[in-house]
């Protein structure tokens, strides 16, 4: 029950000049909210709809559902008072009482003796309702608004008492427990091992991502295929796969210098892997810069996932982090040195099984006849689109038709084979990183993080895992003494429900 300032509009002894506003403010102020009950104190000798206070209350509770009216002074004007409080001219919702103020030295009970006379014995007072006048009357009914209230509160209250104790034991729950020995720090630690384990398979291995929902960037499937794709796509769009690039010339150079003493139109070996040399060259540097991105993303998802897995436990993170970084940095340079094998054999061999080569040599060499009439016909134009190689100009080729055909075919056979190369690159990339992965999850991963953390150069984190770190053990004794609260809270609202569903009353 707040008691607020009457309104006062004209300032005195110092008051300051809006005295008014800022009353008018305060008083807004606590009849605004909803749950709060509105006591207008009105004088029996106004006019109630006069009043300012009427007003205020109006511009809040406009049917008057949370407004009750004391009308005081009633022995100073009895003149049509019980007109007033039955007309209710300004929607009273909750009703009127009508009270005596205490005069003078009057005593608590020597006020309500005269005032319960008074309504007994007075030729107008007496025909007001007993029901409402009295002080007495005023009490009864404040309590019972407010047990009402209550009531209807409680329910609610008591919800959010039990959500929040819920969620606060849940919490408590997920905490470490207080470990006392080393067996007991082992058995932590492996199940914080074992948990990580299974979350990296799902998001490794398994494509699930129901641990981190709304973080593409662990949705490690879904990135990864990404990440291989456009290594795929930066293999095939770099110049050395662009077919139409100084066409035929290449081929007729390197031709010339690879002559030698033996049957004519025979193509050497040497040429066809001088110009697989140079490709391959070209495009040595990608593999192992896509071998690189590809581990320090999965680095990051890894020491993300073992970070969390640690929270409890922040004795064992830097360890942690040391032994999964120490072991990306092993598995990040055996990707690379396998890369670097698949260059350097691409590099020295020419080798495949994959019947598409010769598919696509004879569609691109079905298309001979048309280069060479293109050739051969000079007052033809110059530009010819062939299949599978796209718009090329051959009058720089019109005077250099010796080894021309031969330049022709061994341009088809290292455009067919290239294909082949380029895929070999993505797939065998593809290939030994789920075969890494899968190392890394099942089995390196472990022994890595127990050889750091237990082995004979450990740093110990074992044993600080008995030491509770002191953020744990704040949040713990805040946790308890929370519930503890919530609990002797819960107890007691139920206590006064008990009371208003016995008795519709709560006095004490």
């Known amino acids: 029950m707040v008691d607020l300032p009457g309104i006062t509009r004209v300032p005195v002894h110092g008051q300051p000049e809006d005295i008014y506003e800022q009353?008018?403010?305060?008083?807004?102020?606590?009849?605004?909210?909803?749950?709060?009950?509105?006591?207008?104190?009105?004088?029996?000798?106004?006019?109630?709809?006069?009043?300012?206070?009427?007003?205020?209350?109006?511009?809040?509770?406009?049917?008057?559902?949370?407004t009750l009216a004391v009308v005081t002074k009633a022995d100073k004007a009895p003149e049509g008072l019980l007109e007033k409080v039955t007309a209710d001219d300004v929607n009273i919702g909750l009703g009127y009482v009508c009270v005596r103020n205490r005069i003078g030295d009057e005593t608590y009970e020597e006020a309500r003796l005269i005032e319960a006379k008074l309504f007994e014995t007075h030729s107008l007072l007496c025909k007001i309702d007993k029901s409402i006048v009295?002080?007495?009357?005023?009490?009864?009914?404040?309590?019972?608004?407010?047990?009402?209230?209550?009531?209807?509160?409680?329910?609610?209250?008591?919800?959010?008492?039990?959500?929040?104790?819920?969620?606060?034991v849940a919490e408590l729950k997920k905490l470490p427990k207080n470990l006392s020995s080393v067996a007991e720090a082992m058995t932590a630690f492996m199940q914080i091992l074992g948990s990580a384990r299974e979350s990296l398979r799902k998001i490794l291995l398994r494509g699930e991502f129901d641990e981190y929902p709304e973080e593409k960037n662990m949705h490690c499937s879904a990135r990864l295929v990404e990440m291989l794709n456009e290594y795929s796509s930066e293999l095939q769009n770099c110049a050395e796969n662009d077919p139409r690039t100084n066409f035929l010339l290449e081929e007729l150079e390197v031709l010339e210098e690879a002559k030698a003493i033996g049957l004519p139109n025979f193509l050497p070996r040497t040429a066809f892997l001088t110009l697989l040399q140079r490709k391959v060259k070209g495009i040595s540097s990608k593999p192992p810069s896509f071998v690189a991105r590809v581990w320090e993303y999965i680095e990051g998802v890894v020491i993300r996932v073992l970070m969390r897995h640690c929270e409890n436990y922040p004795q064992l993170q830097s360890s942690t982090r040391r032994a999964a970084s120490n072991l990306i940095n092993k598995m990040k340079e055996k990707a690379m040195d396998r890369m670097m094998e698949?260059?350097?054999?691409?590099?020295?061999?020419?080798?495949?099984?994959?019947?598409?080569?010769?598919?696509?040599?004879?569609?691109?060499?079905?298309?001979?006849?048309?280069?060479?009439?293109a050739i051969n016909k000079v007052s033809e134009p110059s530009n010819i689109v062939l299949d599978g190689i796209g718009e090329v100009d051959v009058e720089n080729l019109r005077h250099r038709k010796l080894?021309?055909?031969?330049?022709?075919?061994?341009?088809?056979?290292?455009?067919?084979?290239?294909?082949?190369?380029?895929?070999?690159?993505?797939?065998?990339?593809?290939?030994?990183?789920?075969?890494?992965?899968?190392?890394?999850?099942?089995?390196?991963?472990?022994?890595?993080?127990?050889?750091?953390?237990?082995?004979?150069?450990?740093?110990g984190s074992i044993g600080r895992m008995l030491e509770e770190a002191p953020s744990v053990a704040a949040k713990r004794d805040k946790l308890n003494r929370s519930v503890k609260l919530l609990r002797d809270s819960a107890a007691e609202v139920a206590k006064i429900m008990d009371i208003i569903s016995t008795d519709g009353d709560y006095s004490d």
Not at 135 to 164: G, Y
Not at 345 to 370: I, V
């Open 342 to 373: 698949i260059v350097e054999m691409e590099n020295l061999s020419d080798y495949t099984c994959n019947p598409e080569y010769m598919l696509e040599w004879n569609s691109l060499m079905s298309q001979q006849n048309k280069f060479m009439d």
């Open 23 to 66: 009353i008018s403010a305060m008083i807004m102020e606590y009849i605004k909210p909803e749950e709060s009950i509105i006591l207008n104190v009105l004088s029996a000798t106004v006019d109630f709809s006069t009043c300012e206070s009427i007003r205020m209350s109006q511009m809040v509770d406009r049917t008057g559902r949370r």
């Open 134 to 168: 009295g002080v007495p009357v005023l009490a009864q009914k404040l309590t019972q608004i407010q047990a009402t209230i209550m009531a209807k509160c409680l329910p609610e209250i008591i919800k959010k008492i039990n959500d929040k104790l819920n969620a606060n």
């Open 403 to 459: 080894h021309i055909q031969e330049a022709f075919d061994l341009k088809m056979r290292i455009t067919a084979y290239w294909k082949i190369v380029l895929r070999r690159f993505v797939d065998s990339m593809a290939l030994h990183l789920l075969f890494s992965v899968q190392n890394l999850v099942n089995s390196d991963m472990e022994k890595e993080i127990v050889g750091e953390l237990i082995g004979p150069n450990s740093s």
